[in-house]
């Protein structure tokens, strides 16, 4: 069946010439009606072009051959339909790259650009020719666009060269676009400006697509992002490829001028090092200030970092920096904060036991100061005063003073106080309960601690070695066991730095107890002194509360509590009757030990007799 392309070119055409010369009529023959069968082929890739005409019963040969606008047709290859043949036309650029199938399907490996024609496939018969032409599209995916030539950095208020992007290798022609921040930038006078331009490569036919961009920048471009796109036609549709983004470096003054304290601290306080640093927020930041200290008549020329070290209270004031043209400048106030302590006395310090001694202790300072004293490590409630030492008053006082919101800044003194004193003795003698030894006890007061030596008289046996108690606030007790079968003078000797002392005491023999503890007696009254004063408390308290019951019972009470405080007078001035008594029984018993020691001198004589 005939094509209707070969049916017009046969009623224009006819075919009584010989075969030879109707081929070459067809082949010059215009053919308006040709259909568009295209094919979409990738650059490099192999072309496959099928011939679209149904073979008839009686062909002869088959051919293919190009088209080109204005230009002879030209053949390419021939295939036989009866002798399976295939001839190859001698051309340079499809030398080695055509394929002639028996299905008469032609096939073009390694695609170009030049293979972008028009292609017809010729099958031909005793008494027809059919034709099929077939278009061939070839497409080439351009390089990924590149931004080259970039400014190093772009100023405000000037329009620059930002770069160009570059797209090579791409077929066919494409377009570029400009993005900042992922939004499209359009030409702007005097603000954006696009130039393109587009070139070919001679040896390949393929494009190289260039596009730059002048832009003038803002100051709020620092950040931004530029980037372009290649926007090409493939084998499926347009395609886009994105450049990777490249940021500029945007140059502008300098507006605002600010000075920083560069410190660990929140405070500086004194011996401390304060740094300086001035901040410009042009771009470019300035590299050189002017700095305004404090003191200073002329200001210091110097980087953005100025440093004062150890610096002291008087250095407190406003501090400030400014350009070198001093357009712009800022300012800060900085205090110096110090902390000062005197203690009087301070250092070592020796008195005597029963002596005064002032102590003060004052704080200088910035603010508020806290101030509190410790004794040996102990902190005291109240400031120490010394009207009357006494050897517990003995110790290290360190008065102790900080800045609690000032970090680091804490002053003390310490005052070692030495309290000495001559020794001072006091003896006892108690008798054990089982009645086998007596205890015969030196009570030593004194400061250095006086060293204790025992003499005896007479004969007795000492059970055990000397003991001491702990020497606590100046005081020790140096006790001796001994079973005397006489009368015996013990005598005890006490000496530091300051005085040698000696007491001496009778001691019977151990068939007479004895129990002579003074201080524990004394030590009794106190607290049946206490209990008394503790009884006539608690009554007043009571007289009071029943006051309150009622009105009544008020005068009741009053009159009651009179002749209760009558029978209190009454017992008071009893007890007053009966001290004399009690003081008696004290000389009583002075007066017996005066025999007993008469008695132990005439038993001694005797023994001696």
Known sequence: METPSAASCRRRCPLQPPLLLSLLLFALCPRPGLGLYTVHTVYGDTIILPCRIEVPDDLMFGKWKYEAANEAPVFIAFRSATKKNVYYDDLPEYKDRLTFFENYTLSISNARIGDEKRFVCMLVTEDNVFEEPTIVKVFKQPTQPTIVNQAAFLETEQIKMLGECISKEGYPEGNITWYKNGMVLKPVEGAVVINEQTNVDKANGLYIMISSLEYMPTKEDKNSYFTCTMTYHGPTGRETIRSEPAVFDIHYPTEKVRIQVVSQRNTIKEGDNITLRCLGNGNP?????????????????????YILSDVRRNASGEYGCSLIDKSLSDSTLITIHYLDLSLIPSGTVTKQIGEALPVSCTVSSSRNATLFWLKDNTRMRSSPSFSNLQYKDAGNYICETTLQEIEGLKKSQILTLIVEGKPQIKMSKRTSSDGTFKTISCHVEGYPKPAVQWTATGIGTLNNK?????????????????????????????????????????????????????????????????????????????????????????????????????????????????????????????????EENKKLEENNHKSEA
Request: hydrophobic share 35%; glycine share 4%.
């Open 466 to 594: 000397t003991e001491e108690t702990k020497y606590v606030d100046g005081k020790f007790s140096s006790k001796i066991k001994i079973a005397p079968e006489e009368n015996v003078t013990l005598t005890c000797i006490a000496e530091n730095q300051l005085e040698r002392t000696i007491t001496s005491l009778n001691v019977s023999a151990i068939n007479f107890p004895e129990y002579d503890e003074p201080d524990e007696r004394n030590n009794n009254n106190r607290e049946n002194v206490n209990d008394q004063a503790k009884l006539i408390v608690g009554i007043v308290v009571g007289l009071l509360l029943a006051a309150l019951v009622a009105g009544v019972a008020y005068w009741l009470y009053v009159k009651k509590s009179k002749d209760v405080s009558g029978e209190s007078e009454k017992d008071a001035a009893q007890n007053v009757q009966n001290l004399p008594r009690t003081a008696s029984k004290h000389v009583d018993k002075d007066l017996g030990n005066l």
């Open 285 to 305: 930041p300035p590299e050189e200030f002017l700095f305004y200290i404090p003191g200073e008549l002329e200001p210091i020329k110097s980087s953005n970092i």
